[in-house]
């Protein structure tokens, strides 16, 4: 990783090998008693892992990241888990950083928003430098949060991102709906909308943020618009007409 970031720590395995073949080294002179030279020939596959351990991970990360690229194209999500599963060089010999962001990635995909927050939250912790993670992992925090309805944590990680990164609708209609949830900040929750409406790209996603809307309204106690909204997109499969009931109360009328 360039080291204009803070950079993750040292894989453990790699780390191991050198002090495990003089463990092995030792145990073939003092226990089995083989001469000196035959013995220490048995550290020659650990040295050999030791050089080749970076490569090995390197190129293990690179196939499966193309490898995650084609089966996420393909609708073939399943495959995740059994994909990294056969990252072996990966998994021993990459920064734990790495593997745990990829373990996240796979958890996301796999619809277990817990086992990715688990798995960003290790790869953040990874990094001396909080300010170094890559945004790619804050992201995936922020996401796995938003899904478990966690909104404090999802709101100061959204916000995060977008500070470096600048306007993303998707990010910001994430955003809003936290605050909305929590009723703060609505009008910077109702704004974002705004700027998310204006990239919508189907009327499916133009309702829901008309939906995510009227939930900031009703918050507001503007409980006439929030119904009108209902009643206009109240036919959407969306869990925002659950949500949006509740708040306003009908489901106890």
């Given at each position: 990783?360039?080291?204009g970031r803070a950079e993750p720590?040292?894989?453990?395995?790699?780390?191991?090998?050198?002090?495990?073949?003089?463990?092995?080294?030792?145990?073939?002179?003092?226990?089995?008693e083989l001469p000196f030279f035959v013995a220490a020939s048995a550290s020659i596959p650990f040295l050999l892992a030791f050089l080749l351990a970076p490569v090995w991970a390197r190129r293990?990360?690179?196939?499966?990241?193309r490898d995650v690229v084609r089966l996420l194209t393909s609708d073939r999500k399943r495959e995740l888990g059994s994909r990294l599963r056969r990252a072996v060089g990966m998994r021993l010999f990459a920064p734990p950083a790495w593997v745990a962001e990829?373990?996240?990635?796979?958890?996301?995909?796999?619809?277990?928003?817990a086992e990715a927050r688990r798995a960003y939250r290790r790869a953040m912790q990874s990094y001396e430098d909080p300010e170094g993670v890559p945004m790619q992992v804050l992201l995936g925090y922020a996401h796995a949060s938003y899904a478990l309805g966690d909104d404090p944590?999802?709101?100061?990680?959204?916000?995060?991102?977008?500070?470096?990164?600048?306007?993303?609708?998707?990010?910001?209609?994430?955003?809003?709906?936290?605050?909305?949830?929590?009723?703060?900040?609505?009008l910077q929750a109702l704004s974002l909308l705004d700027r998310?409406?204006?990239?919508?790209?189907s009327d499916d996603e133009r309702g829901e943020i008309a939906l995510l809307r009227a939930l900031g309204e009703a918050k507001r106690g503007r409980r006439a618009t929030?119904?009108?909204?209902?009643?206009?997109?109240?036919?959407?499969?969306?869990?925002?007409?659950?949500?949006?009931?509740?708040?306003l109360g009908l489901d106890r009328e």
């Open positions: 990783m360039a080291r720590e040292p894989p453990v395995a790699r780390a191991a090998l050198i002090p495990l073949s003089l463990v092995v080294v030792f145990l073939l002179m003092y226990w089995v293990s990360t690179e196939r499966f990241d990829r373990r996240g990635l796979v958890a996301s995909e796999s619809g277990a928003p944590e999802s709101i100061r990680a959204y916000r995060k991102v977008l500070a470096v990164q600048g306007p993303m609708p998707r990010l910001e209609r994430n955003l809003a709906h936290a605050l909305i949830r929590r009723g703060e900040d609505l998310a409406e204006s990239q919508a790209r929030a119904k009108e909204a209902l009643r206009t997109h109240g036919d959407l499969d969306s869990p925002l007409v659950a949500e949006l009931r509740e708040e």
